[in-house]
Structure formats: C-alpha cells, structure tokens
C-alpha cells in the first residue's frame, strides 16, 4: 500500500522544516564555538544526515522495506 502523494505534503513539508532548523542551528552553534568554516561543515553534515533520512523513509514508503 502506497501513500497518496496529496496526504504527504504535510509530513514532508514538517520534515523539511525541521530539518532547516536543524541545520541552521548546527551553523549557529557550531560556527559560536569553532569558527564559520567548522559551521558550515556540521551544516553540511547535518543536511546530509537528514538528506539520508528522507532517502530512506522514501524507500520505506514505497513499500519496498529493506529487505
């Protein structure tokens, strides 16, 4: 069973949210007390965390799972 497209926008776009807010906090924090080229690596850091993240509960969506 998959989900219809117009029922995710709501997940999706809190997801997206979060995960702005999440980088721009690790910037913040992280350029505060190592400097701006250390922020801008935990920012990237972070986008990708939460890149992977949607990656996988996409895979997970489609009903395909891991295994």
């Known amino acids: 069973m998959t989900p219809d497209l117009a ?5 999706v776009s809190l997801f ?4 702005l807010l999440s980088v721009v906090g690790a910037y913040l924090v992280i350029a505060h007390w190592r400097g701006r080229r250390m922020g801008i690596l935990a920012a990237l850091a972070t986008a990708l965390f939460f890149g992977a993240l949607l990656v996988g509960l996409g895979v997970l969506l489609r009903g395909g799972g891991f295994f």
């Open 16 to 19: 997206l949210i979060f995960a």
């Open 7 to 11: 029922e995710m926008w709501l997940p």
